[in-house]
C-alpha cells in the first residue's frame, strides 16, 4: 500500500457543505449525513497501491432487509460479516461492480456479492430503491457516483451533475396518455438517463405510433429490439454509439427506424426557433410536424430533453440544451 487514507474533519465537513451548496439534496435525504459523507470521501480518495486507484461501492444505511433486496433487482446475493476488521480492509473487496460494502452507522458491517455485476447506473437506481438506502460508486475511470431518492449524481472529477428523480418530470411529459404509454415513455427515460446520458452517447429518439413527418431513411431496417426488455438495451446502446441520425420506436418500444434524417416542414421551420444544437432545434421541430411523437434527445454532457408539439416537456437537469 503506498498511501493509506488520511482523514481530518474539516475535510469531511467542507465535502458536506458542498454537497448543500451544489443543490444535490442527498444530505438532506439520509438519516446520518456523516455517515454518507464519510463513505463518498472514501470514494472520491482512496487509497492508492501501485500507482492504481481502485474501483469501490457502497451500500450506506439500508432500510430494508438482504433477503428482500432480489425482489426489486431480480440479484441473488450472499453476505460475508465484516465486523472483525477495519472498515478500510473491508472495503478491499468491494468493487462496485459484483461486491458491495455494506456500510451501517457504526462501521462497514458486511460486504454483499451479487451473481452478476450491478455497476451499470441503472442497476445503481434499482439497488437504491432495493434497499432503501443510498449507493456510492468510484469507477475504475475515476467517475464517482451517489445514488438515492434524490435522484443520481455524477462526479466527474470536476463538476457535480445531477439527474432528479423521474416522478418530478415524468408526469408533465406523459400528459395525456394512457397507463401503458406512460410506462413505454419511462423506460424510455430511464434508457435515455442512465444508460445513454450517464455513458456520453448523445442521441435523438423518436417515441410514436406511426410516423407521419417527413424523415429519411439511410439504413436498413432494424432487429425489433424492444426499450422494455432488460436484454435488449446493450444492443441499442451499442448501436447507438455507431450511428447518426434518429431512432424511431413505435407505441409499444419497439425500434423500427435507425440513423433517419428528419425533415423539417417550411411552417416548423417558420414557427419554431432554434434551440441549443442542432440536435435540440430538429427534435423540437419533428415534434410539432408530428403532434402524435414524443421526441427525446440525449445530450453528449447527460442532460436528456423531451419535445411534444413544438414544446419543451421535461429535462432531466437544469443545464441548457445543447446538441
Known sequence: ???????????????????IDEQIGAIEAVSQPDVLVDELDYALRPPRHEK????????????????????VTGLSSTLSVTTDRSDDDARRYADGEVSWAVREADG???????DRSAGSERDLVLLAEATGGMIVQRRTDGVVRLVGSF????????????????????ERASCGFDDE???????????????????????LIILAPTVSAGFEERLS??????????????????VLTQVDGAAVFDEVGVLSHLGVRVVPSEESERVIPGVGGTRHTSARRYSF???D??????SESGPVTVFRNGEMVGRSALEDPAS
Open 1 to 19: 500500500m503506498e498511501s493509506e487514507r488520511q482523514i481530518t474533519p474539516g475535510r469531511l465537513r467542507r465535502l458536506a457543505e458542498e454537497l
Open 289 to 291: 410536424d408530428d403532434p
Open 52 to 71: 492504481r486507484v481502485p474501483a469501490f461501492g457502497a451500500i450506506v444505511l439500508p432500510t430494508r432487509r438482504p433477503h428482500s433486496w432480489s425482489e
Open 108 to 114: 462497514v458491517h458486511a460486504v454483499a456479492v451479487f
Open 151 to 170: 435522484g443520481v449524481a455524477r462526479w466527474d472529477g470536476v463538476n457535480w451533475h445531477v439527474e432528479p428523480p423521474f416522478g418530478t418530470w415524468l
Open 181 to 203: 404509454a406512460t410506462g413505454v415513455l419511462d423506460q424510455m427515460l430511464r434508457f435515455a438517463v442512465h444508460d445513454l446520458g450517464a455513458g456520453g452517447v448523445g442521441a
Open 221 to 238: 431496417s432494424p432487429p425489433p429490439l424492444r426499450v422494455d426488455r432488460p436484454t435488449d438495451l446493450g444492443p441499442l446502446r451499442h
Open 293 to 298: 411523437a414524443i421526441v427525446v434527445v440525449v
